[in-house]
Every structure is written in structure tokens, then in C-alpha cells.
């Protein structure tokens, strides 16, 4: 049991160190498809990385430099092997059939051949323009970028998409009033965009908006809302009692549903600048509380929730970096809220698998409680200052 606890205390005094808040690190790709039948799918990236072969991590000074001292057949013989490269690993397909394209770099001439690299720090600039023709009969189109690209955050407008929709449903099958904005949809390393009709505005059905936020919900706790599964086992540690524990969680649940759904909406939102130091806080003063106490009364609910409304502007940030889809705005909301719940529930589920057993035993308190509680009021405490002064 012992080494149980260390092994835990060791996760929660090296998670604000492996943690980096709610980072997402997306390949953002802009397509958009004209009325002329031309498309330009814009893909930021690091290229002076990507134009020298090498991996993230280098100084855009330092690369910017490497190039510009390049003489002309050197960056010649590098552009062919860009172009290479991204037709090697980004694919546009139409009806299942790749369609070609033609790399340019808009922002390329907006960088100069001086020591600093240009007016945006770098040789090339950070984003790559894919440009073609849509094919005549062409079916649903599809994006693929391979797994040398981090998470691709893909939003999709197609000109006159209004119009195309169909004047019955301006907005939406769920009665948000967003048809104008693009379709967005995040797709993990690798992974192949679903299809979307440009003849319609690129609409996703309900069934896979559900699917997708459901799923970026769950995964927004497991695994990577460290702070938040904290947060839920500080409500844990309290007692081993199921009734104490669903007070908590029901008065943090409808706390943090709350602000999501205002904060989306755009009736108050607050700075993650903010927000996101104040939820490692959170975290400690739970933990402390934990010491300090053993029931449940209602300060300790009063408190839960008030955090809880922290946590939820922490998801609304989450929510407002992926985009919401386009005439599902309801439906996006929904489901990324229900993917969370279901990611806590999990986060409690294992939780009283490792520690079921000793539930009714005395000394529970002693050896699970308090360890536990003093290394989670460590840890965020910890993450508090590091994210507060931005370390």
C-alpha cells in the first residue's frame, strides 16, 4: 500500500513538470474552396524547419539564417524538396482520388536577407499554400496529412456555402445561428478528415459532430487535463464515503457546465492568463482542505463549486482553440461536455479500483487521505506559481 502511495505522490509531484496546461500544439490547415472552382489549402507550419530537414526545437533565428546564406541553386534544390515533401505527406483526395496541387509560400517574400530573418523571424515564413483546381464531377473531398504533423486543427469554407445549404435551415439543425463560419473538425496524427460535400458548405452529419466532441471531450481529461484529474481526486481523497464524494462531484459538475455553455456563448469569458493559474490553486486549496476536515458541509460544497466555475472557463479555452462545428454549435457543446463528465467518471472509476480495498479499514484516512492530499496541495501549488509567473 505504501509504494501505492509513493507511486501516486511521485505522478502528482511530477505532473506540473511533465504538464504544460492545456497546450494542444495544432497544425492549423485552412481550406477554402472559391467560386471559380480553385482551392488553397494554407498549412502552418514550421518550413524553415521542414526546408532544412530537420525536427521542431530549433531557434527560428538560427534556421532563418542557415537558409538565407544559402546561394540560389541551394535553395532551389531545397524548394524541390519541400515540394517533395508535402506532396509526399499531405494528400487531397476528391471522391477517394488524390488531387494535385501547387506549393506555394505567401509569406515568403515578406522575410528579408538580413541577420534577424526577415519581419516574421524567419526565412520562409510559417505557412505553406496548397493551390489546385477542384476536379469537374469531383466527389466528397478528404484531408490527409501524415504523422510527422502534430494534431491538425482543419476548418473548411467553401464560397456561397449559405446559399448552397438551403434557405430552410439557416441555422442549423440544432438552432445555432453559425451556418457563415467555417467547418471545423481536429483530427489526431495521421488520421484522414471524413468526407465533406463541397456542394453542400462541407457540413458534418450529427452522428459525427457527436462523435468527434464526445470524444475530444473525454480526451481533454484522459489523459491530457492533468490538472483537472487532480482536482478530481483531491474530491476523492476527502472520505471514503460515495455519498460525500457525489455531493462534491454533482456541485462541481454543475458549476463547470455552467460557465462552459456561458463562456461559448460569449456572455463572459476571462482570461486563460487568468483562469489557468487560479485552476492549479484550486487544486491545493482542495488538498488542504482535505487535512483540515473530514465532512462534507456546505462550505466545502460552496467551495467545490466555485472552482468548479474556474474549471469550466478552462474547458470553454479548451473549446474555444478546437472551434465549434458549423450549424452544430449546440451539438458540439453538448457532447464535449458530456466527453468530460465521462473522462471524470473514469478518473474516479480507477481511482476506486486502486484504493477500494481500503475504503473501510480505520486508518484509511492516515494512509491514503492525508499522503495523498499533501502531495496534491504540493503539487498544485507547484503548478500555481509556475503557470502565475509563466514558467
Not at 1 to 17: D, H
Not at 62 to 84: H, N, P
Not at 122 to 144: E, I, Q, S, Y
Not at 159 to 185: C, K, Q
Amino acid at each position: 500500500m505504501r509504494l501505492a502511495t509513493l507511486a501516486v505522490g511521485a505522478l502528482l509531484v511530477l505532473a506540473p513538470g511533465l504538464a504544460r496546461g492545456h497546450d494542444l500544439q495544432l497544425t492549423r490547415v485552412d481550406a477554402r474552396f472559391a467560386a471559380d472552382g480553385t482551392f488553397a489549402v494554407d498549412i502552418t507550419c514550421d518550413l524553415d524547419a521542414l526546408f532544412l530537414g530537420l525536427g521542431p526545437g530549433h531557434a527560428p533565428e538560427e534556421l532563418a539564417a542557415q537558409i538565407l546564406a544559402l546561394d540560389l541553386v541551394e535553395r532551389e534544390r531545397g524548394m524541390a524538396r519541400l515540394t517533395e515533401l508535402f506532396e509526399r505527406r499531405v494528400r487531397l483526395r476528391f471522391g477517394g482520388e488524390p488531387e494535385p496541387f501547387v506549393l506555394e509560400l505567401p509569406e515568403a517574400d515578406r522575410s528579408s536577407p538580413d541577420d534577424s530573418g526577415g519581419a516574421l523571424g524567419t526565412a520562409l515564413g510559417t505557412r505553406a499554400r496548397l493551390r489546385g483546381r477542384v476536379p469537374d464531377g469531383a466527389g466528397p473531398f478528404t484531408f490527409f496529412a501524415s504523422r510527422s504533423f502534430r494534431e491538425v486543427h482543419l476548418a473548411v469554407e467553401v464560397a456561397g456555402a449559405e446559399d448552397r445549404a438551403g434557405a430552410g435551415d439557416p441555422a442549423g439543425a440544432d438552432g445555432s445561428s453559425v451556418a457563415e463560419a467555417p467547418t471545423l473538425i481536429v483530427l489526431e496524427p495521421g488520421e484522414e478528415s471524413p468526407a465533406l460535400r463541397i456542394d453542400t458548405g462541407a457540413r458534418l452529419p450529427f452522428v459525427q459532430v457527436a462523435g468527434r466532441y464526445l470524444r475530444l471531450g473525454f480526451l481533454h481529461i484522459v489523459p491530457r487535463g492533468i490538472d483537472h484529474v487532480m482536482f478530481v481526486l483531491g474530491l476523492f481523497l476527502l472520505s471514503p464515503r460515495l455519498d460525500r464524494l457525489l455531493w462534491q462531484v454533482s456541485a462541481f459538475t454543475l458549476a463547470h457546465t455552467a460557465t462552459l455553455a456561458i463562456s461559448v456563448l460569449g456572455w463572459f469569458t476571462l482570461s486563460p492568463s487568468v483562469v489557468e493559474p487560479l485552476i492549479a490553486l484550486s487544486i491545493a486549496v482542495v488538498a488542504i482542505e482535505n487535512l483540515a476536515t473530514t465532512e462534507v458541509r456546505a462550505r466545502r460544497l460552496a467551495l467545490v463549486f466555485g472552482f468548479g466555475l474556474l474549471h469550466g472557463l478552462g474547458f470553454a479555452g479548451v473549446l474555444g482553440e478546437l472551434g465549434l462545428p458549423r450549424g452544430r454549435l449546440v451539438t458540439g457543446l453538448l457532447t464535449f461536455n458530456a466527453g468530460v463528465e465521462m473522462g471524470q467518471l473514469t478518473v474516479l472509476a480507477v481511482a476506486f479500483l486502486v484504493f477500494g480495498l481500503w475504503r473501510r479499514r480505520p486508518d484509511y484516512r492516515r494512509i491514503i487521505t492525508v499522503p495523498g492530499s499533501v502531495m496534491l496541495a504540493i503539487a498544485g501549488s507547484a503548478w500555481f506559481v509556475g503557470r502565475l509567473f509563466g514558467v
